[in-house]
């Protein structure tokens, strides 16, 4: 996993260049000499290398960019923390009756909603699933680092945002 701090540029599209940057430094200093004409998407958006066994996952936020690579099936996801009073029909729609419970009881509930949130997407950027596909799936009980669901997850804390990864562990 690689992360960059920024304060310039917010768009959308800086974002996403620096974050293909990031990735691209990152592999080329594990040795695979890949540019961006090695990454494409698939038919659901998700990137991938032309140059197999190599899985690549990628994420950016206000303030911060993060990529992830590994020979397996891989997802990262980093946030802002988040307001669950501007969320609340998302929290509705894709958390269980469980995590909505620990993100409403939790001390920092805005903190609580988005180390749910990212551990969600990581997830589904590691399969390649929708966060539709996710609701039912309880992450409430995931902490720091654990395996379960076939992938390891880790959530990191950093300076006001959150960031989550899961690895596949299972074929």
């Not at 140059?51 to 992830?68: A, D, E, F, R, T």
């Not at 020979?71 to 029909?89: F, L, M, V, Y």
Request: charged residues 25%; proline residues 5%.
């Amino acid at each position: 996993m690689t992360v960059f701090r920024y304060t310039s540029d917010n768009s959308h599209t800086y974002q996403h260049n620096a974050c293909i940057s990031l990735l691209t430094d990152a592999l080329c200093r594990a040795g695979l000499p890949v540019s961006e004409e090695n990454i494409y998407k698939d038919e659901n958006g998700k990137p991938f290398l032309d140059c197999p066994p190599y899985n690549i996952s990628l994420s950016h936020c206000k303030g911060l960019i993060c990529c992830m690579f590994s020979s397996t099936p891989c997802g990262i996801d980093c946030e802002a923390i988040r307001s669950t009073k501007r969320h609340e029909r998302v929290i509705r729609r894709v958390f269980t009756n469980e995590e909505q419970d620990i993100i409403y009881s939790a001390p920092d509930p805005d903190r609580e909603f988005t180390r749910l949130w990212t551990l969600k997407e990581a997830y589904v950027k590691m399969t390649g699933t929708g966060i539709a596909d996710i609701s039912s799936i309880p992450f409430a009980y995931i902490h720091r680092e654990m395996e379960c669901y076939g992938a390891r997850f880790c959530t990191y804390f950093l300076e006001g945002h959150i960031i989550s990864t899961a690895v596949k562990t299972e074929p």
